[in-house]
């Protein structure tokens, strides 16, 4: 074989394997980053037979984060935005939304702005065993019930759901209509799960083409998900 005919094989496989790293591989989002100190405020839920121990957090940075827990969140010019993550995910991922939203508001200096709230699910691996839906479904109820009672009878949750969070969001959401803008879900399963399970299943099929009166938006990242 010439070199020549050797140097297009080498050429043409490396733009191959260079497409291929274009069309999986490359992280395209972009870091987001915080510049006063991330903190988390615990809220109690008030228990109704939960038997796994679920949380709901507020999330701020520096004196903001004060400022707004010493006034109980109780602003009407405040829009409260709820993170309920997905199978394995923590509460704590809510930092790129809240830390967005904090700095965009600080920079336009304007109202409205956002209060961020997360739901500990304690990292639970709902993607592999939906098991301990139900108990989610519940509980996320539950917080938004007590959530909501912080603002103006006017005032309207959005709702943002990661994998499987979405789906619990999803799943709840429609008692709330009158109170919820709408729904973004980030690469959550809504037509099929991605294990076999039985309860997975079940529980899919109950949701997918549920009427639930409030806007959904779906994004997902296909093989960069």
């Not at 429609?174 to 709408?182: G, T, Y």
């Amino acid at each position: 074989m010439g070199l020549a005919k050797l140097l297009i094989i080498w050429g043409l496989t490396l733009m191959g394997a260079f497409h291929m790293y274009k069309m999986f591989a490359e992280q395209k989002s972009k870091m987001t980053w915080m510049y006063e100190k991330p903190q988390y405020h615990e809220i109690k839920v008030a228990e109704s037979g939960f038997r796994n121990s679920y949380g709901l957090y507020f999330y701020g940075e520096g004196e903001y984060f004060k400022n707004e827990i010493a006034k109980g969140f109780r602003d009407s010019a405040a829009w409260p935005v709820l993170f309920v993550p997905g199978s394995g995910g923590s509460y704590k991922q809510c930092r790129s939304i809240g830390s967005v939203l904090y700095n965009k508001w600080k920079k336009a200096k304007e109202s409205p702005y956002f209060h961020t709230f997360a739901i500990d699910l304690q990292e639970e691996l709902t993607g592999i065993y939906g098991g301990p839906l139900d108990e989610q479904v519940k509980f996320v109820r539950k917080a938004i019930q007590e959530l909501l009672e912080f603002y103006p009878a006017d005032a309207k949750l959005t709702i943002v759901g990661h994998s499987m969070g979405g789906m619990v969001a999803k799943a709840v959401v429609k008692q709330f209509a009158d109170r919820v803008n709408f729904i973004l879900t980030l690469g959550s399963p809504h037509a099929y799960p991605v294990i076999s399970d039985r309860i997975l299943k079940k529980f899919t099929a109950e949701h997918r083409n549920e009427i639930i009166n409030v806007p959904c938006y779906s994004v997902v990242g296909g093989f960069r998900d």
